[in-house]
C-alpha cells in the first residue's frame, strides 16, 4: 500500500502515472487516441476511447512496474476539463460523442445570449464568460440535438458529467455520479461562490438540474474502483481538472503564487486565495482547489495555441522534423527581421476572447526563412503571456503582484522559450525538476487525503528548482518588440 496511481486523461492521450510512497515518479504509461473534426470547428472524442484508454494505461502501468495492485493505495484523477459527457445512467453508454472544450460550435447561441444581455449574471455566478468554451452551451448543444435526450434527461435517465465525473462512473460501475470543484468550476453551470450548482444559469441555459453530479472536495472519497477492473479495489480520493492540478503540484498554495503550463494550448493560473477576483480585463475566476470544504480561488488566463504552434512549423509548414529543433534555428534568426506571428489558429482566447479571428504574419522579407519564423513561433508563446501577466497585475493591482512564475508542460523544455519569456515578462521563470506537475498534483492530493503524503507545507518544501531564467533584455528593447505584438495583435483583429 505504498504508491499511487495518477490518471491524467488529457486532450490527445490518456496516461497512467505511479509515484512511490516519496512522490518519487516511477513509472508511466501512455496511450493517444482519435480526434474527430466532424465539421469546420468541431472537435470530438469518443467515450469509449477516453474509458478504454484510461483503464488500459493503468492497467499497463502497474505491470511496467512490476507491482501488485495491492501495493496502490489511492488513485487520483485529473483531466481535460470542460469536455463534455452525457451517458444514459441504466446502461453506462454515452449517447453523443463527448464534445471537446477547443469544439466551437456553440458560438453563435453563446453569442445570442451575449446580445440579450445574459453575459453578467453569468459572470457573476460563475466567474467565467459566455464563451464556447465551458461546458454548459455543449450540454445544451447534445439535448437540442440527440433525439429524445431532453426528455429522458427530465425523467432523470441520463447523467452530464466531465470527464473525471464520466471515468469515476465508469470506474466505480455505476456507484458514484460526483466531480471536483474545479471541474465543476469549468461547466458554466456552478456558482463558484455559493458552492453549489446554479439554478438561475441551469434555468437560462434549459439544463434539467438532476443530470448534474454531487460536487466534492478535491481531495475527497470518491468511490472505490470494481474489484474485477484491476483485481481488487482501490479508493479513489483526489480528483481536479488539470490545469488546477498544475498548480497544485506546483505548489502554488499562497495567493500571489503563478504557475503557467505551456502544453498544446498555455494556461496561466494566479493564486487569490479565499476571494473571488472580478477580473476587468477577460480573465477567468475560478477554484484553483477545494480542501476542507474551502475553496482557494485563482485567476486564470486560457491560450488556446502554444506548443501547437510548433507543432504547425512542423506539420503544416514542414520547417522542422522535431520540436527542440525550434531552438537551434531561433539562435541563428536574423536579429535585423522583426517577423511576428500572431497564432490566432481558432481564435483569441484570454484577454482577447475572439473565436471568430484567425492567425496571421507580419514583417516578411524575401531574406525571412525558417530562422525568423521558429523564432517568431517561439516569441509568439511569451508575448501571449505577457498579455495574460498584464491583465493579472491590473486586476491584482495592490494585492502584492507575483515576483516569479513558475512553468511546467511540455513546451517548457526549450531554454530558448523561457529565456525570451523572462526576457519579455522581465521577471524570472522558475521550471522546476519534476515537469509532470499534472500528474504529481493529482497524486498528491490523494495521497495526502489518505495520510501517505505530507499536508501542504511539507509538501511546498519538496518543490525544487531545475533552472531559473532571469530577464536580461535591455528595456528600449522589449519596449519595441512589445509595441510590435501589439500593432500585429491589432491588426489581426482587425483583419
Ligand atoms: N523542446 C521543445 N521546444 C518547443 N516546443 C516543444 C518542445 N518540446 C515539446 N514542445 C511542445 O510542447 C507540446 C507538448 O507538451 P505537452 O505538455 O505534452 O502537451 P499536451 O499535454 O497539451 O499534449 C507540443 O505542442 C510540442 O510542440
Ligand atoms: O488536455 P490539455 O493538457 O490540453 O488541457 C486542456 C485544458 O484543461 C482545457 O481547459
Redesign the pocket.
Known amino acids: 500500500m505504498s504508491h499511487i496511481l495518477a490518471i491524467d486523461q488529457?486532450?490527445?492521450?490518456s496516461r497512467a502515472i505511479l509515484f512511490d510512497a516519496s512522490m518519487r515518479l516511477v513509472a508511466m504509461a501512455q496511450e493517444e487516441f482519435e480526434q474527430h473534426f466532424p465539421q469546420s470547428g468541431w472537435v470530438e472524442h469518443d467515450p469509449n476511447d477516453l474509458w478504454s484508454t484510461t483503464a488500459g494505461t493503468c492497467r499497463a502501468v502497474i505491470e511496467k512496474a512490476g507491482l501488485n495492485v495491492a501495493d496502490i493505495a489511492a488513485i487520483g484523477i485529473t483531466n481535460q476539463r470542460e469536455t463534455t459527457v452525457v451517458w444514459d445512467r441504466h446502461t453506462g453508454r454515452a449517447i453523443h460523442n463527448a464534445i471537446v472544450w477547443q469544439d466551437r460550435r456553440t458560438a453563435d447561441y453563446c453569442a445570442d445570449l451575449r446580445a440579450a444581455g445574459h453575459e453578467p449574471i453569468v459572470t457573476e455566478r460563475t466567474g467565467l464568460l459566455l464563451d464556447p468554451y465551458f461546458s454548459g452551451t455543449k450540454l445544451r448543444w447534445i439535448l437540442e440535438n440527440v433525439e429524445g435526450a431532453r426528455s429522458k434527461a427530465q425523467a432523470g435517465d441520463l447523467l452530464f458529467g466531465t470527464v473525471d465525473c464520466f471515468l469515476i462512473w465508469k470506474l466505480t460501475g455505476g456507484r458514484v455520479h460526483a466531480t471536483d470543484a474545479t471541474n465543476a468550476a469549468r461547466t458554466l453551470l456552478y456558482d463558484i461562490r455559493k458552492g453549489r450548482w446554479s439554478r438561475t444559469i441551469c434555468d437560462l441555459l434549459g439544463i434539467p438540474m438532476r443530470m448534474l453530479p454531487e460536487v466534492r472536495d478535491s481531495a475527497a472519497d470518491f468511490g472505490m474502483v470494481r474489484d474485477d477492473l484491476f483485481g481488487r479495489e482501490i479508493p479513489i480520493r483526489g480528483v481536479a481538472g488539470d490545469q488546477q492540478a498544475a498548480t497544485v503540484g506546483q505548489a502554488c498554495f499562497r495567493p500571489g503564487m503563478l504557475k503557467s503550463?505551456?502544453?498544446?494550448?498555455c494556461f496561466a493560473l494566479l493564486n487569490t486565495g479565499d476571494t473571488p477576483v472580478v477580473s476587468q480585463n477577460r480573465l477567468l475566476t475560478t477554484i484553483a482547489y477545494q480542501l476542507d470544504g474551502k475553496p482557494t480561488y485563482a485567476l486564470e488566463g486560457s491560450i488556446f495555441v502554444?506548443?501547437?504552434v510548433?507543432?504547425w512549423l512542423?506539420d503544416g509548414l514542414k520547417i522542422i522534423r522535431e520540436?527542440?529543433e525550434?531552438?537551434p534555428l531561433a539562435e541563428k534568426a536574423d536579429p535585423g527581421q522583426n517577423v511576428v506571428l500572431v497564432p490566432a489558429f481558432t481564435g483569441l482566447g484570454a484577454p482577447y476572447w475572439r473565436p471568430d479571428c484567425r492567425g496571421a504574419i507580419f514583417g516578411l522579407t524575401r531574406n525571412s526563412r525558417p530562422e525568423e519564423l521558429a523564432r517568431a513561433a517561439?516569441e509568439s508563446v511569451g508575448f501571449q503571456t505577457r498579455d495574460l501577466l498584464q491583465a493579472m497585475r491590473d486586476d491584482w493591482a495592490g494585492q502584492g503582484a507575483q515576483a516569479v512564475l513558475r512553468v511546467d508542460?511540455?513546451?517548457s523544455?526549450?531554454d530558448w522559450?523561457m529565456q525570451f519569456l523572462s526576457d519579455i515578462i522581465d521577471a524570472p521563470v522558475d521550471r522546476p525538476q519534476v515537469l509532470e506537475t499534472t500528474a504529481l498534483g493529482a497524486a498528491w492530493l490523494a495521497g495526502m487525503q489518505i495520510g501517505l503524503y505530507p499536508g501542504q507545507a511539507e509538501f511546498a518544501a519538496t518543490w525544487a528548482l531545475d533552472r531559473q531564467f532571469l530577464p536580461a533584455m535591455p528595456e528600449r528593447r522589449r519596449q519595441e518588440k512589445i509595441a510590435a505584438w501589439t500593432r500585429a495583435v491589432e491588426a489581426t483583429l482587425a483583419f
Open positions: 488529457g486532450t490527445t492521450s503550463t505551456y502544453g498544446t494550448g502554444a506548443g501547437a510548433v507543432q512542423r520540436a527542440s525550434t531552438q517561439l508542460g511540455g513546451m523544455a526549450s522559450a
